[in-house]
């Protein structure tokens, strides 16, 4: 393995940052972990002692569903202690700088520290000040590594492989930290990745990633193994980057009639929070082809794969 911290991915040293360093066989390594962390889900006892005696703090500066509780799940499955910092109660409100709270949860004995911030980078800031293992739980518009593994395992286990899939992904791609991690995962493993979205949404020069762009949503999703919705942040519409809410539902919401183009086994998936009625009606949410629910319970083995490659005792292990 080649993790390493000056590429800001490092499983085999200390942080998980982002997948755009990754190579193939280190996600394919991830992926292969995947599966014996979830098997423990449908034992009785769901626990592995695995970080027993591991204290691991969560740090959200932006507010999460799903991936603090994941994580805190994921942690504790593996017998790890886990503390939530609330933001909104903490000395951050004082003034307090990223890097001095970082250093206040180092000096309490934390393990590892994931946080999401709205700026990019600021999970690589922690990393570089301080010994604990850093995870990024999404840093502004940058990555957010284990969505775009857990988006990656769901669909390898669907579908059994990743190379050659057409995988598409609808929305504000421009925005998009789930997007940007895709995009590394998917492309490193093979698959044929597209966008669909209205021009002002979409980053400059994403061809030179190997990223094919549509701006029909009826051409595009007829060509897909996988469509992945990506939430519109209504908080945008200020920005007007698309004309309104109306047009955007009309050229890119994912109806029954859309999905009715594709191909019958296509993979409809969303990272969620989703805007039901918006990027995707209600009743493709809840179809046969929705894995939205599965792509929630991957997200936990998939974190618990990622905490136990950062564990020491592995690393140690792994250095004999
Ligand atoms: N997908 C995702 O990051 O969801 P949350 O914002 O609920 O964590």
């Given amino acids: 393995m080649t993790f390493t ?4 991915m490092s499983l085999n040293c200390k942080d998980l940052l982002g997948l755009e360093h990754l190579d193939k066989k280190d996600l394919q390594t991830i992926l292969n972990s995947v599966k014996p962390f979830k098997s423990l889900f449908t034992r009785s006892v769901k626990k592995a002692p695995t970080l027993i005696g591991k204290t691991i703090v969560t740090l959200f500066y932006e507010p999460s569903t799903r991936t603090r509780t994941s994580f805190e799940i994921a942690a504790k499955r593996l017998s790890a202690d886990v503390v939530n910092v609330a933001i909104d ?14 250093k206040t949860l180092e000096a309490m004995k934390a393990d590892y520290i994931i946080i999401r911030h709205s700026l990019a980078g600021a999970p690589d800031i922690l990393a570089r000040n301080l010994n604990a293992s850093i995870i990024n739980a999404g840093d502004g518009f940058h990555e957010h590594p284990t969505q775009g593994l857990l ?18 992904l609808v929305g504000d791609i421009l ?13 490193k493993m093979g698959a044929k990745v597209a966008v669909a979205s209205p021009p002002t949404l979409i980053p400059a020069n994403i061809e030179d990633l190997g990223v094919k ?9 007829k ?6 919705i990506l939430r519109i942040q209504l908080e945008r519409q200020k920005e007007n980057l698309f004309p309104s809410v109306h047009e955007y539902i009309e050229l890119y919401q994912l109806t029954k009639e859309r999905l009715a183009m594709a191909r019958r086994d296509v993979l409809i998936m969303h990272p969620g929070p989703m805007n039901r009625g918006i990027e995707i009606s209600s009743d493709v949410a809840d179809s046969p082809n929705a894995v939205i629910n599965e792509q ?9 794969a990622v905490l136990y490659f950062l564990s020491p005792e592995r690393k140690d292990a792994s250095s004999n």
């Fill in 5 to 8: 911290r000056e590429h800001g």
């Fill in 89 to 102: 109660t903490s000395s951050v409100v004082k003034g307090e700088s990223l890097i001095d709270t970082g």
């Fill in 151 to 168: 988006d990656l395992y769901t669909i390898y286990e669907k579908k059994k492989k990743i190379e050659g899939l057409k995988v598409l």
């Fill in 175 to 187: 925005h998009s930290r789930v997007a940007k991690s895709n995009i590394w995962a998917l492309t």
């Fill in 213 to 221: 762009v549509y701006y029909n949503l009826d051409e595009a999703v």
């Fill in 223 to 228: 060509k897909a193994d996988v469509v992945n």
């Fill in 296 to 304: 929630v319970t991957n997200g936990i083995a998939v974190r618990m």
